[in-house]
């Protein structure tokens, strides 16, 4: 009989430690969805502010305006804000409404896992960036399937052209 012990885990002892590993990954897991979908909206929110934040400047590096609209292609101002926004620059000073020929700045694609409202028109900038509109225009960021706790964001732009964010959950 030899003295030596053979190297290796046993059934038993490998059992266990997938035991352990499993109920160690379902109470990490919900955590993890969450913190998941909570960087997916704040992305978004960053998103939108930058896209918000060019037509502001362009609206004043220009001297003329620009806007930003809701946009399925990034040609025309058409669709619902979850299908995306469309930055542009207003080259003819036409009062914040997109007309063909106008360079869009930037466009970016909806996502559908987020649900993004809006106000009806086009939130647009005057030469000196601040909002045409005569009422606060505000933008309302949130997972499509909002559950309870999830993250959600309200983007308001006020007066004078600047966004403020507001982070609430779903009720």
């Known amino acids: 009989m030899s003295a030596r012990r053979s190297n290796g885990f046993t059934l038993v002892e490998l059992m266990v430690t997938l035991v352990v590993l499993g109920v160690l990954a379902s109470i990490a897991f919900p955590s993890f969805r969450g913190l998941i979908r909570s960087n997916r909206i704040s992305t978004s929110n960053n998103e939108i502010v930058g896209v918000l ?27 619902t804000w979850s299908d995306g ?39 647009a900038f005057d030469p000196r960036g601040r909002r045409r509109a005569t009422a606060n225009q505000s ?26 964010v507001e982070r609430t959950t779903c009720k």
Do not use: H, Y
């Open 139 to 164: 933008l309302e960021l949130q997972p499509s399937d909002c559950k309870a706790d999830d993250p959600k964001r309200k983007l308001t732009v006020n007066l004078s052209g600047q966004v403020r």
């Open 85 to 123: 926004l469309m930055a542009w620059a207003d080259s003819d000073a036409a009062g914040g409404a997109f007309q063909d020929g106008e360079t869009v700045l930037r466009f970016v694609a909806g996502n559908t896992t987020q649900a993004v409202t809006g106000p009806n028109e086009a939130i």
């Open 53 to 79: 934040s060019l037509a502001r400047s362009e609206a004043i590096r220009n001297g003329r305006g620009a806007g930003v609209c809701a946009s399925t292609k990034g040609f025309a101002c058409d669709g």
